[in-house]
């Protein structure tokens, strides 16, 4: 599945005239970000983007002090403290078990990507894209094993999958999730899968941002390619290329802390691919939690829904301009309107975090489960307001 990066494109509004209305009910909006592919081996699709880690198997470390030579002269300075290396040839060890390459063929041809075991009933976590149109899936263990598995439930709008397996082993290893609220920028993060069909290959690097808005477009036909996937995703520099889709992005500890799903890429001219350049992208623990529970139980997924049509835009607060999420519409009965949003209202954070634009606040939105309750902020005739709205289910197909 190939695409070829298009403009950036993110929800969440700001108050910037005259503003573009959102196409669309609930939690969708328009924005722009940065170009990105889907990092499916074989399977492409544009994309636009946005664990805490213990070191020496999860034991305290002593901190070494750097400090400015002396050379004489009296240096002032603050101390740097660096801590011991992490283990990363133990924390391959441990997860590879858990991470499995996934081979598909349908009317498209054959493609590779890969997937976490889940749980010891044979469930397996991978992306949507990888498994649309599939006709069949064979899912391969870490030690070469193969299994036939069936579709036990697919979310094309978080770009999620469940696979289960025709007939688990005793002996499937589970990943072991971690809380990615947890995360930090600049932790340490070890990216596992099958990149290029080269599988049980990792990477290392770290977590580059937090909470970045990314959308994502499958190419092709097909229910992926008809919907629009916008994630709260986190950044990463551990190395993704085609076929780390639905792998695992894991901290220090060995914790699964997202999914992967996409890559930035800048295709070279006559190409309709390229790996990457450093910059990834994955699923939060959570959302993962959040969806694969409900895959699981009936093969489908609800998802918030605050009932706006958002575009991008600013306001003026006291003596500052502040960029959000701007509000064109409120839809009558919706989450919004009980809460008491009006349009033109910018929204400019949600629990605390900042939401830049329309697309931030979709994949905030997105984050969030049917029923939670958040605390929006917002500016409305240059006053800073606060409000709190719990979150209703989506109605069908609507964002």
């Known amino acids: 599945m190939t695409t070829t990066p298009t403009e950036q494109q993110q929800p969440r509004p700001e108050s910037r005239p005259p503003s573009r209305p959102g196409s669309r009910w609930a939690d969708i909006g328009i924005a722009s970000l940065l170009s990105a592919i889907l990092a499916t081996g074989g399977t492409w699709a544009v994309v636009t983007g946005t664990g805490a880690g213990t070191t020496d198997e999860g034991q305290p470390s002593t901190p070494v002090s750097a400090s400015p030579a002396d050379d004489g002269d009296t240096a002032t300075g603050t101390p740097v403290s660096f801590e011991p290396a992490e283990d990363w040839a133990g924390v391959a060890q441990a997860v590879s078990p858990s991470v499995v390459s996934i081979e598909v063929a349908g009317q498209a041809g054959q493609g590779a990507g890969s997937g976490v075991v889940w749980d010891d009933q044979g469930h397996v976590i991978t992306n949507a894209h990888v498994v649309e149109g599939a006709q069949a899936v064979q899912v391969v263990l870490a030690d070469g094993r193969r299994y036939d598995a069936t579709l036990a439930g697919s979310d094309p709008s978080s770009d999620l999958a469940v696979l289960s397996l025709a007939s688990p082993p005793a002996d499937l290893a589970p990943v072991a999730v971690g809380d990615d609220t947890q995360l930090t920028v600049g932790d340490p993060v070890m990216a596992v899968g099958n990149p290029l069909g080269l599988s049980g290959t990792v990477t290392t690097g770290i977590v580059s941002a937090l909470d970045r808005p990314v959308t994502t477009r499958a190419a092709g036909g097909g229910t992926a390619a008809a919907q629009r996937v916008v994630t709260n995703a986190i950044q990463t520099s551990a190395a993704i290329n085609p076929g780390n889709s639905g792998g695992a992005l894991v901290n220090a500890a060995g914790e699964l802390v997202g999914i992967n799903s996409s ?34 139980e009936d093969g489908t997924a609800e998802h918030a829904f605050l009932g706006v049509g958002l575009g991008d835009g600013t306001a003026q607060s006291e003596d500052a301009l502040r960029t959000g999420a701007l509000v064109a519409q409120v839809e009558p009965g919706s989450p919004a309107a009980e809460a008491g949003l009006q349009d033109g209202d910018v929204i400019v954070s949600i629990d605390g975090e900042q939401v830049p634009s329309s697309l931030a606040l979709v994949g905030q939105v997105r984050e969030r489960g049917t029923g939670d309750e958040a605390e929006l902020e917002f500016v409305r005739d240059g006053q800073l307001q606060r409000v709190s709205v719990t979150l209703a289910t989506r109605p069908d197909e609507q964002p």
């Open 263 to 296: 890559i930035a890429s800048i295709p070279a001219p006559g190409q309709s691919q390229a790996g990457s350049i450093g910059i990834g992208f994955a699923i939060p623990a959570g959302k993962v939690r959040l969806i694969a529970d409900q895959l699981i």
